[in-house]
Nanobody, 126 residues
Framework: HVQLVESGGGLVQPGGSLRLSCAASGLTSSRYCMGWFRQAPGKEREGVAAIDSDGSTTYADSVKGRFTISQDNGKNIVYLQMNSLKAEDSAMYYC????????????????????RGQGTQVTVSS
């Protein structure tokens, strides 16, 4: 049984930083990708960043240069360091995992074998 638990969201001023964490359990293969996607009210879900089992990373154009995804393999934790936050980054952020790996669109978790957590809210506002 795969479980993903996110933490680290909150309220931050524009230009500030937050680090999200996702603790994964139940992953039976080392070939899982892990990633983050977000969804704001009234908007479509957007893939933010992903890290594949070989350590390669992908980012949405909207966050390149500001967000960094990393993974502590020994603890099955994936992080999303978010710097220079903008109001448009406000959303519910979800952690994802998928044994099919990162898809052709650079996202993780979209296959029938994908999992996602319950989400953590990020609000960027002054």
């Amino acid at each position: 049984h795969v479980q993903l638990v996110e933490s680290g969201g909150g309220l931050v001023q524009p230009g500030g930083s937050l680090r999200l964490s996702c603790a994964a359990s139940g992953l039976t293969s080392s070939r899982y990708c892990m990633g983050w996607f977000r969804q704001a009210p009234g908007k479509e879900r957007e893939g933010v960043a992903a890290i594949d089992s070989d350590g390669s990373t992908t980012y949405a154009d909207s966050v390149k240069g500001r967000f960094t995804i990393s993974q502590d393999n020994g603890k099955n934790i994936v992080y999303l360091q978010m710097n220079s936050l903008k109001a448009e980054d406000s959303a519910m952020y979800y952690c994802s995992a998928d044994r099919m790996g990162v898809d052709s669109g650079g996202n993780c978790g979209g296959s029938e074998f994908g999992y996602r957590g319950q989400g953590t809210q990020v609000t960027v506002s002054s």
